[in-house]
């Protein structure tokens, strides 16, 4: 291990940091000079993501890696503990690059009230929070992570937001809020019951003496904070309201990384250290993830605005990943992660793209949209690719979250009973039908035809230069991930099975 | 023959009187605060009225000074005791002193302006300040019944004087009067518990009310009854509910500066007190105490966050708020009797929410002072679209208020999870239940926290007036201190957890 490797893991966590902190020394007036420290820390950031990428011991994905282990509060044993293994990973190169890109997006338009200065400080803000989740493994500092998260996004909602940004904000604030305190009263719980120690590692073994009906209660607790993040039916309510005020770039970091938070607490820590209590959950979170994936398209098909409906999409989606983690099973894990990232990728591009057609049209009413074939084809293009890797198109990302989700609950963990889990695949399978339905629909609405008579005559501009610039990375991936989903795969397969090894798979 | 009277007077004496041995490395913080008192009263005495405001520099280096020995004392190893054990230096009062000084200098940086500028009597305001300071550094040292309530005194009369300093307004006369009538109040029935106390006990000296409460006087109510006295006595200084009265108007018509000085320093005196009170002398007797603190704790979160949910007036809104932060203080004496382990932690959690709290508050109050510089208001109103013109300060108040509500990573978190710690390691019902009404007085809070955030940065500005808000050298030095207290102890609590173990009463 090499000088760098001690330093890598902080180095991506406090970087984006220490850009907030210069930015807070650049006067208001100097623009580009704002943008450049943002631009040249956040590259430098997803630098040192391609650089762990290189070193990552991809046979050894299940160990933790770069860890660095540090004093931090003695006296309730919390330790500053990070590490990076195969789960991790690829969910924190995601929330890397899509904040480059919401850096490279937001290059020439800002939303009202303008302000870049504070923006990109609350981007690189929020950057830190969601890598720091990625790699804490000490559940207080997971903890600090995943708060520090919520002030970024609630200004970000509340100032630079829609006509009901005040609303959408506070629900937003109020909703997480509500999860973190349960959240961290289980922590405690764990603490207390579990040997003393919030390390999460040392707590997979500790806490398996806690008697198995207090298990329960910590799950729940857990699965409270964790499921309105991501969010499950029925806590989803917050999740359209805070998209559809969100400016383009705050929608999209909550899509791509922030929903993820929720659902790799599942992964990271609730499974592990509970793994008997998830054993007893999973159907009630199996079944609550098939009401959430029918749901969630019932909910876009009665939508008029392009990003309201996106928005639904998002609940639909991470149902199949909530599916897959209930399944308990390496196949449903694996799916789990891919999943997100690809969730991630193609949710973040459709919101990019509903973020440019509100700037060209001024609306997102599907009803008023029409012919962007015809005006601006190659952002139509882009739509359809987008739609088509959504909907779960074979040969795109989006296929890969969500096939072997289905397929994992033909066969879930031992135990779990196989005819509710199968009536669960059936479902799931119908739910991708209206998936197909609504994102074509969608497409339809905004791309065919033609030009609606109000757009006729307007000069709508195709695709920006940052635009490209921003976009072309993540269709990329979507494309190569969807054509090698091991890419991937061979990094999670590890960890997930360490995830899973008390349940005996 | 009257030589021979004196004579004789003299020899009849002098067996009984021992001179005290004094420490003067102990008492050098002390000595250079009276020091400082007699320059300041020289220095005015002196100055013309242009050059006045020397004596807020000669205030704050003072202070300074004064700081010097406390960090002497701290690398020293040996604890002071004098007066028979009247008067103790240990790690504790050392702590506190130093929280006090800082607290005391950063009030001089918020004073300097508003007092000068405002045309009030400066010589004579510093001199207060200091005087009152002296009395809370006494306060740290004071171990016995006598030198508490010396100390008290010299604490809270000068604070009386400064709550009336902008004279001819009505409602700063009236905030000096409430306080100084309630004030007073509660110094009667706290002496007169005292005077029991020390009719049953025969010492006034806490270790020795700690043994004979423990011991010969288990179980008399007279006791219990004048424990109670006492302790409601210093309830009022530290405006627990429903000794709390007098805070709000207190607070709002005093001078800015001087509000953030009571709800600071003058209530980490009483608490000060209280924790000496408790820990030393009547740790024996938590089938009193633990009962009325649960109750007094309880009653001031609740009543406390309730009542600033309904204010427009940021300071009122500032008042009520830390009338619920001395609930959050209060808590760990509720859990303090329970066992021996959270007798441990209760104490710990209570030193770190004063230290933590001191620089929160105190930096909310320097952007009040900051921002009325330029809208001339109080109201919650006049902060709408402050981030439009100021959006420096609005990132300063946004900090301490979501680090008053608790928000992590910020300092206030740290403060709440260690009395939570205090409370899950005494494991009652009764803790626990008491942890619950804590819990939800947090999110409560939170409303009103970040409905002040909400006004500066998502509501329009009122008046449309964008002009910047500039900020004098001395305001810009009290908002780094405090802000980067509350960032740096947000990352690593470490630092200051350590303050809180180190500085230990109970053995």
Redesign the interface.
């Known amino acids: 291990m090499n000088a760098f490797d001690h330093w890598a893991l902080g180095a991506a966590v406090f970087l984006p940091a220490v850009a907030a902190g210069l930015l807070l020394l650049v006067p208001?007036a100097q623009e580009t000079a704002q943008k450049a420290v943002a631009l040249v820390f956040t590259v430098a950031t997803t630098g040192v993501g391609v650089y762990l990428l290189t070193q990552f011991d991809y046979g050894n994905s299940r160990k933790l890696q770069f860890v660095v282990n540090n004093?931090?509060?003695?006296?309730?044993n919390s330790r500053y503990h990070v590490g990076v293994d195969g789960i991790s990973l690829p969910l924190l190169l995601l929330s890397m690059v899509i904040t480059v890109m919401c850096v490279v997006y937001s290059w020439n338009h800002w939303p009202e009230?303008h302000?870049p200065?504070?923006f990109l400080i609350l981007m690189l803000v929020l950057e830190t929070g969601m890598n720091g989740t990625f790699l804490a493994q000490d559940l207080i500092l997971f903890?600090?992570f995943f708060?520090?998260v919520?002030?970024p996004m609630y200004?970000m909602i509340?100032?630079w937001g829609g006509p009901n940004?005040?609303y959408a904000?506070?629900k937003f604030?109020l909703f997480t809020?509500?999860g973190s305190?349960l959240m961290i009263?289980s922590f405690?719980a764990l603490y207390?019951k579990g040997g003393q120690t919030f390390d999460m590692v040392a707590l997979q073994h500790s806490a398996q003496t806690i008697a198995h009906s207090t298990q329960l209660l910590i799950f729940a607790g857990l699965f409270m904070g964790f499921a309105i993040k991501v969010p499950m039916f029925p806590f989803h309510t917050w999740l359209p309201d805070a998209h559809t005020e969100a400016p383009t770039v705050g929608s999209v970091f909550l899509a791509a990384i922030l929903l993820k938070l929720g659902t790799y607490g599942f992964v990271r820590i609730a499974i592990p250290i509970l793994p008997q209590a998830a054993h007893s959950w999973a159907p009630y979170i199996g079944v609550l993830a098939v009401i959430g994936i029918i749901y969630g398209a019932l909910g876009c098909l009665a939508q008029r605005d392009m990003k309201r409906l996106i928005a639904f999409s998002s609940v639909a989606h991470m149902g199949f990943v909530m599916l897959g983690i209930a399944t308990l099973s390496p196949i449903g894990i694996n799916a789990a992660v891919f999943g997100m990232v690809a969730h991630g990728l193609i949710t973040g591009m459709l919101f990019f793209i509903a973020g440019s057609v509100q700037e060209r049209f001024g609306t997102r009413e599907l009803s008023r949209l029409g012919g962007m074939l015809v005006q601006t084809p190659r952002m139509g293009w882009i739509l359809g690719f987008c739609a088509m890797a959504s909907l779960g198109l074979p040969g795109l990302a989006g296929f890969w979250g969500e096939f072997p989700a289905i397929l994992s609950s033909y066969q879930p963990a031992a135990g779990l009973s196989l005819a509710l889990f199968r009536t669960f695949m059936v479902v799931a399978a119908v739910g991708t039908v209206f998936a197909a339905g609504y994102l074509l629909w969608m497409l339809q609405r905004a791309a065919f035809g033609v030009p609606k008579a109000e757009f006729a005559d307007a000069h709508i501009h195709d695709v920006h230069v940052p635009e490209y610039i921003a976009w072309t990375p993540l269709l990329v991936l979507i494309l190569v991930l969807g054509l090698y989903p091991n890419l991937i795969f061979h990094m999670t397969d590890g960890a997930v099975h360490q995830a899973l090894r008390a349940i005996g798979t | 023959m009257l030589a021979a009277a004196v004579a004789a007077s003299t020899s009849a004496v002098a067996p009984h009187f021992k001179a005290p041995i004094l420490d003067y490395h102990a008492l050098a913080p002390e000595i250079v605060l009276t020091g400082v008192l007699g320059v300041l009263l020289l220095v005015d005495l002196v100055v013309g009225e242009r050059e006045r405001w020397a004596t807020s520099t000669i205030a704050g280096i003072g202070i300074l000074a004064a700081l010097i020995p406390v960090f002497t004392l701290g690398v020293r190893s040996h604890p002071g005791s004098m007066f028979g054990g009247a008067y103790v230096v240990d790690n504790f009062s050392l702590v506190l002193k130093a929280l006090f000084l800082v607290t005391g200098y950063v009030v001089v940086l918020m004073s300097s302006n508003y007092i000068e500028e405002g045309d009030y009597y400066e010589g004579e305001f510093y001199f207060l300040l200091v005087s009152s300071l002296l009395g809370m550094v006494v306060m740290a040292s004071a171990r016995d019944l006598i030198t508490i309530f010396l100390a008290l005194e010299l604490l809270s009369i000068p604070g009386y004087l400064m709550a009336g300093w902008r004279k001819r307004d009505v409602k700063s006369n009236e905030a000096a009067l409430k306080y100084y009538l309630l004030g007073v109040l509660a110094t009667a029935v706290m002496l007169y518990g005292m005077s029991l106390v020390y009719g049953y006990t025969g010492t006034t000296l806490l270790t020795g009310i700690g043994a004979k409460v423990g011991g010969s006087l288990t179980g008399h109510p007279i006791l219990s009854f004048s424990i109670f006295l006492v302790l409601a006595g210093f309830a009022f200084k530290v405006s627990a509910v429903p000794f709390h009265q007098w805070a709000p108007d207190t607070y709002e018509g005093a001078p800015t500066p001087v509000t953030a000085f009571l709800s600071v320093a003058s209530k980490t005196g009483g608490m000060v007190a209280i924790l000496e009170l408790v820990y030393v002398g009547f740790l024996n007797r938590h089938d009193v105490w633990a009962p009325l603190f649960w109750a007094l704790a309880a009653l001031t979160m609740t009543v406390g966050n309730l009542i600033a949910l309904r204010q427009t007036n940021i300071v009122r809104m500032l008042a009520y708020s830390s009338v619920a932060q001395a609930g959050y203080m209060l808590v760990p004496f509720a859990v303090a009797g329970d066992n021996v382990k959270a007798r441990g932690t209760a104490f710990?959690a209570t030193v770190v929410y004063l230290l933590i709290y001191a620089a929160m508050n105190l930096g909310a109050f320097t952007v009040v002072i900051t921002v009325a510089r330029k809208t001339r208001s109080g109201e919650i109103s006049s902060y709408g679209g402050l981030?439009?013109y100021a959006?420096g300060l609005t990132v300063l108040m946004t900090v301490f208020l979501?680090s008053l509500a608790g928000?992590?990573?910020l300092a206030g978190?740290?403060a709440k999870?260690?009395v939570?710690?205090a409370v899950?390691d005494s494991g009652t019902t009764a803790a626990v239940v008491l942890g619950v009404i804590a819990?939800v007085n947090s999110?409560i809070a939170?409303f009103y926290y970040?409905g002040v955030a909400?006004e500066m940065?998502?509501r329009p500005v009122p008046d449309e007036d964008r002009t910047p808000i500039s900020v004098p050298p001395a305001l810009a030095g009290a908002l780094a201190a405090t802000v980067v207290a509350v960032l740096a102890v947000g990352v690593?609590?470490?630092m200051l957890?350590r303050f809180?173990?180190i500085s230990s009463l109970v053995k």
């Open positions: 208001r004093r931090w509060i003695d006296v309730i009230p302000n200065k504070a903890f600090v708060e520090l919520l002030l200004f509340g100032v940004r005040q904000a506070i604030f809020l509500f305190a009263l405690l207390f | 710990e981030f439009e959006p979501f928000v992590p990573p978190a740290w999870i260690f939570f710690r899950l819990a999110v939170l970040a909400r940065w998502m690593y609590p470490n957890v809180g173990e």
